[in-house]
């Protein structure tokens, strides 16, 4: 056999092996960019659905945030002015340490409530904030009009005096608000 016979056979078999391989290699990389592009697709499709709590979620999280409107509302029932001096009255304490007391009562129950903000609308908390920061309005109005003798009873009738003069009070807007929004979900 001559080197050109040698050469010729040679080719003959490389060639097509080139030619195999090189396809091999072309089609491969373009089925893995395919796949790519399918992840990539799938990927963001699900962040969608993602974004959708799953039914099973959504199960255990409904009694927690029927609760929390629960807890909503009876903060605000306790931190109501008439409900708070009727339960927290003291006739003899000085009108000051009366105030510090109601300014203290609503801050704890608000401080043992702030966890129920998890399971209820940014809104509906917002509007019991906003409540609350009333209801201390309300008392430090009533208690600057106080003299310096005066004693809880004073302060609890300039707290009834300034809500009798509010059109709504700010508790029950916002107990019916929370009521109103409660109702939506469950609908």
Do not use: C
Not at 84 to 109: S, T, Y
């Amino acid at each position: 056999m001559s080197t050109t016979e040698l050469i010729f056979q040679f080719a003959l078999y490389i060639v097509p092996s080139i030619v195999f391989f090189g396809a091999v290699y072309y089609f491969t990389n373009k089925w893995v960019e395919v796949q790519r592009e399918k992840n990539k697709l799938a990927f963001v499709g699900n962040k969608d659905v993602q974004k959708a709590p799953p039914a099973d979620l959504k199960k255990h999280f409904f009694p927690l945030q029927v609760e929390a409107y629960q807890r909503m509302v009876l903060f605000l029932e306790r931190i109501a002015p008439n409900n708070m001096i009727m339960r927290l009255n003291n006739p003899g304490l000085p009108a000051r340490a009366f105030q510090q007391k109601l300014i203290d009562n609503v801050r704890q129950e608000y401080e043992h409530n702030l966890a129920q903000q998890i399971f209820i609308s940014p809104e509906a908390w917002g509007r019991v904030q906003s409540s609350k920061e009333e209801i201390l309005k309300i008392i430090n109005m009533a208690a600057t009009k106080m003299e310096p003798t005066a004693l809880a009873n004073d302060l609890s009738k300039g707290v009834f005096e300034i809500t009798a003069q509010l059109k709504d009070q700010p508790t029950e807007q916002a107990v019916n608000f929370l009521k109103n929004e409660l109702n939506e979900i469950i609908n």
